[in-house]
């Protein structure tokens, strides 16, 4: 069987599996796996791997292994029941290049529920769509890639190198899963992250860095509400000076080869908001969880000393404050840009498979992108070239979140082809 007879056997069995792709897609997504309930997902997994024959690696996280590790963020919540799961196929013939598949799990809480047209974890498919939360970011992009390896096989061939399918937590916190797959020691010449991407190849994100503004006032009763501070208005104050520095940061941007032409690449976000005891008190406190995007070479510790310096300085400018400074407290991600460089082959694999799929001679659109993925994680800290393409969707974070069906297919295809192309293939 030549190179051109293998491409279309495989791309046939992805056509032939991708009803029973999308029926464990639905299974997966109707998982409420948010932050800390990722088990139930993780055992899915496992079960899937052990059907299909690979050597299943699934351990519980020891957050003190990671401490130490470059793009380490603080944990914050009940960490006791937090496992990774990962999935080696070993080759009878290593003739190829290794690869790292990776997808994550967990998913972002759903909101109000009555905002909702049909439950977040009962998953609908309708007009070419599947709705649920997760089902764009990523579930379906890691049963795909699982369906992938499937077609390879439907199709008769086999991979020529180790493959690592890997399923982690925490991308949406912390990214401390990933980071647990390589304490553990996992490395390949390649990974490849099938996030939803709109059919583009991701060639640079920001770092995100997330903190607290702990802020306090002084509580007395409404009537004499001037003579008290209020915790919640000083923390509006704190909120639009780091607008202001969202503001500065977004005029660095301009300098930067990737970001330059991308509007309001840095996003500052408060995201939550605590505070006060009773509606006829003055608030005493008041909490603000905060995000904040740096861009792929700024330190994260010196975007840390301008987010203190930008909080000392407003402080310093409020009655109350000025006396009784805010605490700022580091409460999750604080990790680094990154930009795919040094993947000349593992790309040029990659636009062979996109080729045969989306056609365009193998040129892959590409772009930046203002959010994070776990890519950084292998690439910064041992050099491991990661890709990280997708299918297409919409309302990821928010409400009645969809992933596209047909970009489903043809990202699995590409996937698929790439698997074939990167690791080699021989007949069974």
């Not at 010449?189 to 802020?215: H, N, Y």
Request: hydrophobic residues 40%; contains cysteine; charged residues 20%.
């Amino acid at each position: 069987m030549n190179a051109t007879e293998n491409k279309q056997k495989i791309l046939d069995a992805v056509d032939a599996a991708f009803d029973a792709q999308l029926a464990t897609t639905r299974d997966f997504v109707a998982i409420p796996s948010t932050r800390g309930a990722e088990g139930p997902c993780q055992d899915m997994i496992g079960d899937l791997l052990r059907q299909r024959g690979y050597e299943v690696d699934d351990w519980h996280i020891d957050v003190e292994d990671l401490k130490d590790l470059r793009g380490f963020g603080p944990i914050e919540h009940d960490f006791s029941r937090a496992r990774t799961v990962v999935g080696t196929y070993r080759p009878q013939n290593n003739a190829g290049k290794s690869l790292i598949l990776q997808g994550h799990c967990d998913v972002v809480p759903v909101g109000p529920l009555d905002m909702w047209e049909n439950p977040p974890f009962s998953p609908v498919i309708k007009d070419g769509r599947m709705y649920g939360r997760g089902a764009c970011d990523m579930k379906s992009g890691t049963i795909g890639a699982l369906y992938a390896l499937d077609a390879i096989k439907a199709a008769g061939l086999r991979p020529t190198a180790r493959i690592h399918f890997q399923s982690v937590i925490e991308e949406e916190s912390t990214g401390v899963g990933a980071l647990s797959t390589l304490q553990r020691g996992y490395r390949a010449d390649a990974c490849f992250i099938p996030e939803p991407t709109f059919g583009k190849m991701i060639r640079s994100q920001v770092g995100v860095i997330w903190f607290r503004l702990k802020v306090r006032g002084f509580p007395v009763h409404v009537y004499e509400a001037g003579s008290g501070a209020n915790a919640i208005m000083a923390a509006y104050h704190l909120i639009h000076s780091l607008q202001k520095l969202e503001a500065e940061w977004n005029e660095r941007a301009k300098r930067d080869h990737h970001f330059g032409t991308v509007n309001h690449p840095i996003n500052f976000n408060p995201g939550i908001i605590k505070g006060g005891d009773w509606a006829s008190s003055v608030p005493a406190w008041c909490d603000v969880d905060c995000r904040i995007a740096i861009l792929p070479g700024w330190s994260v510790a010196d975007a840390q000393s301008e987010i203190m310096a930008c909080v000392s300085a407003a402080a310093r400018d409020h009655r109350f404050l000025s006396n009784n400074p805010p605490q700022v407290e580091w409460s999750g991600f604080l990790s680094e840009g990154y930009e795919l460089k040094d993947s000349a082959a593992p790309e040029a694999a990659f636009g062979k498979a996109f080729a045969a799929v989306y056609g365009g001679g193998g040129a892959v659109p590409e772009q930046a992108f203002t959010a994070l993925t776990d890519t950084r994680f292998y690439g910064l800290n041992y050099n491991i070239p990661s890709l990280c393409f997708g299918a297409s969707g919409e309302a990821m974070h928010g409400f009645n979140e969809y992933v596209d069906l047909e970009s489903l297919r043809k990202s699995t295809k590409a996937t698929a082809l790439f698997i074939a192309e990167w690791c080699g293939v021989e007949a069974i």
